[in-house]
């Protein structure tokens, strides 16, 4: 079983589940840490948010050796430049959803709520996610008509208001579901497989209602899959 966490710019809630997946799940997760063309600034304005967090301090020197010298990115050769704009952003990555169960999403702003491609990924290769955005973010995808997936998975970081204490949650939230016996993992994604197909269909005439191009979308139902 696999699990899927793609990030481009190193902050430090995007660090912090990185480095938890990587140190106890290394062989179950797919992992990638874009590397960026604005890379100083990046690695700057992530330490200096580490530095500030109320963290042990071997925990914070921990990170910011993950930012100064991240792991080698072995998925993609992509940059982040290269995954920002549709359909570079989907399909690049497609092939890595074929085995996989659940993507841990981090959306751009964990302040305020905000979907951006991060979060349309896994609806249309349908797959559930665990969501690192801002409190009550999924409430807000419920809002869209969007359906969660709190059958199977922990949802209770959604409503923790502190940024590090909703990514320890979620962390928890994946662990659980991470450490239960590979069958019974597949028996979930059987359970929601009707929830998948919501969504999918759901993001789909959100988009044509609100003129995104998605057109494309619809060739990924199910392709190579």
């Keep these: 079983k696999k699990f899927l966490h793609f ?3 190193a902050t430090w809630d ?25 890379r100083a600034r990046v690695v700057n304005d992530a330490v200096q948010k580490i530095l500030a967090m109320n963290s ?15 792991p080698k990115n072995t998925l993609t050769d992509d940059t982040r430049e290269d995954l920002i704009s549709f359909p570079n952003n989907v399909t690049k990555l497609q092939h890595l959803y074929t085995n996989a169960f659940v993507e841990i999403v981090h959306e751009t702003d964990i302040n305020s ?32 008509g969007f359906e969660t997936f709190d059958s199977i998975l922990d949802e209770s970081y959604d409503t923790v208001l502190n940024p590090t204490d909703r990514m320890k949650t979620a962390c928890e939230s994946l662990k659980t579901f991470i450490d239960r016996p590979l069958q019974e993992c597949i028996k979930d994604l059987k359970r ?30 199910n392709a190579g899959l």
């Design 7 to 9: 990030i481009g710019r």
């Design 14 to 38: 995007r660090v912090g589940v990185q480095m938890f997946l990587r140190g106890k799940y290394l062989s179950d997760c797919w992992t990638t840490m874009a590397p960026t063309k604005n």
């Design 113 to 144: 709520f905000f979907i951006t491609e991060k979060t349309i990924r896994p609806i249309l290769f349908k797959k559930p996610f665990i969501i690192m955005g801002c409190q009550g973010y999924m409430e807000g995808m419920k809002k869209l």
């Design 192 to 221: 929601i497989e009707k929830i998948l197909e919501h969504n999918y269909q759901n993001i789909i005439s959100l988009s044509e209602k609100n003129k995104i191009n998605l057109k494309q979308a619809k060739t990924f139902d």
């Design 56 to 70: 042990p301090v071997g925990y914070k020197r921990d990170m910011i050796e993950y930012v100064l010298n991240p």
